[in-house]
């Protein structure tokens, strides 16, 4: 009767551990089966732009694969929905264009999220199906901030941009002539000047228009300033439309062998060779 007892509960803890061992092994391969599967087939590269348009300010986030594709014109399929609180965004899929540009490249998405509140965003990045990345956006005065929380699958190229502050203005200069390169740079500092710019220190970082050092200049091609081709600027301007305007008119009288495109912060932009 012990023996036989003994048998028995032998054989149940057999049984047990054989049932127990069959159950990890079914629950092992249903998480090798249910595990996400990035569906779009490609992990991506996230950048921000904010967009100075006249009258308002819109911030844009792209999307590019990281897998090129045998046309460069592909796009993301995708669509995105928001409150005053979420932002969700959904890459669904990579779409074929219906007329290739044959050179190899990254497929595409461009997302408007338009004119934001100065607050913090929950955001949410969908790559085909199934897999769902989670960060936030924060929003303020200054600057446009993304975080994620798992960086896997989805690469911030600029996680801060800084918003080109207001009474700003910035703009290339062009020079024909390498003999007057001088006497054109030094004009056109002292009209600015005149007409209510100065040499203000910015803050270090990329405003998407353009970026800034750490000595609070804007970044410039290697080289004296002076005597380059090619030459950005970058200034806090207290004046108006009008007085830019005499500055490139002011340029044109003087000289005729340069270019000069102006932007300000509300979204204009001012070409010398419009007011000829």
């Known amino acids: 009767m012990c023996h036989s007892s003994k048998d028995s509960i032998t054989h149940m803890k057999a049984t047990c551990f054989a049932f127990l061992t069959a159950l990890f092994l079914i629950s092992g391969c249903e998480s090798e089966t249910h595990q996400a599967i990035n569906t779009l087939g490609s992990e991506v590269e996230l950048s921000m732009t904010e967009y100075v348009e006249e009258g308002h300010r819109v911030l844009s986030l792209k999307f590019l694969t990281r897998k090129d594709f045998p046309c460069i014109n592909y796009r993301i399929k995708h669509s995105v929905s928001q409150d005053d609180q979420r932002i969700n965004i959904v890459l669904d899929e990579v779409e074929k264009a219906d007329v290739c540009l044959d050179a190899i490249g990254p497929a ?20 085909g199906k199934s897999i769902v990345k989670s960060g936030t956006l924060t929003v303020s005065k200054d600057a446009y ?16 941009l800084l918003r080109v502050p207001a009474q700003t203005v910035w703009g290339l200069l062009k020079y024909q002539r390498s003999d007057k390169n001088k006497e054109i740079y030094k004009f056109f500092e002292e009209s600015m000047e005149l007409a209510g710019a100065s040499d203000k220190k910015f803050a270090e970082g990329d405003y998407g228009y353009f970026k800034v050092g750490a000595d609070g200049k804007i970044l410039r091609t290697v080289g004296d300033p002076k005597t380059l081709a090619e030459q950005p600027f970058l200034y806090d301007f207290r004046g108006d439309e009008d007085d830019l305007k005499a500055v490139l008119k002011q340029l044109n009288s003087k000289f005729d062998d340069l270019q000069l495109r102006l932007h300000n ?3 204009q932009e001012f070409r010398n060779w419009d007011l000829n």
């Open 108 to 127: 595409s998405a461009f997302v408007e999220l338009g004119q934001l509140n100065n607050q913090e965003y929950k955001l949410t990045v969908q790559l």
């Open 265 to 267: 912060a509300k979204g």
């Open 145 to 160: 901030q993304l975080q994620m929380h798992d960086y896997d699958g989805v690469l911030l190229l600029n996680p801060e």
